[in-house]
């Protein structure tokens, strides 16, 4: 049992802090709701489906070993689409091709091959899974600048870069068939 001094020693001390306590006026919570931590949006389930279902590969990381390959829509000769943030997403089953000027590195061989998204950050090429750092080429694909014939301001030259690659299923239409992706600069 606690002594009567002990007790009173208490009651001094609640009255003490009970006087340094003050309520703020009521005007003043409307400042401390901006402190407050919101609640995050509710985010719908579709769309979080395509990056969490699919693939993602963020282009500008470590993810993809060096030399890296050109990461092209299939069928086509146009470069796949990334987003703001760096990441090229491959919807589940969805294909992408990745191209080489020289040749992928092993496990791989040939100068592209067509891969099937699994998930994540893991690709099928034929009847093999393979991670996205396993997907390389032997060297840093090659560029070449071209004369486009046509003159930009100040009459200067307009150049077409790019990279020539050469594409299997165009063998069966031409055998010396070349196709081109062209990004357009001045020079």
Same mark, same amino acid.
């Given at each position: 049992?606690?002594?009567?001094a002990m007790i009173g020693l208490s009651v ?9 306590a003050r309520l703020l006026p009521i005007q003043n919570e409307v400042l401390w709701s ?76 040939? &100068?592209?091959?067509? @891969? %099937? +998204?699994? !998930? /994540? #950050? $893991? ?22 600048? &071209?004369?486009?014939? @046509? %003159? +930009?301001? !100040? /009459? #200067? $030259? ?30």
């Open positions: 049992m606690q002594s009567p001094l001390l609640l009255l003490a802090a009970s006087s340094q901006a402190d407050l931590i919101e609640a995050p949006l509710e985010v719908q389930q579709d769309e979080l489906a395509g990056r969490a279902a699919g693939c993602s590969i963020k282009i500008r990381s470590t993810e993809m070993k060096n030399p890296q390959p050109l990461l092209i829509k299939p069928g086509t000769s146009e470069f796949f689409p990334f987003s703001a943030t760096g990441f090229v997403d491959v919807e589940y089953d969805k294909t992408i091709e990745f191209h080489c000027t020289s040749s992928l590195d092993s496990p791989l061989s040939g &100068k592209f091959v067509t @891969a %099937k +998204c699994v !998930g /994540g #950050t $893991t690709f099928k090429v034929g009847d093999k899974q393979h991670d996205i750092s396993a997907i390389k080429c032997t060297s840093w694909p090659a560029f070449v600048a &071209k004369k486009s014939g @046509a %003159k +930009c301001n !100040g /009459g #200067t $030259t307009l150049v077409n870069v790019g990279f020539e690659r050469e594409r299997e299923r165009e063998r069966e239409r031409d055998s010396q068939s070349v196709s081109q992706l062209r990004l357009q600069i001045i020079a």
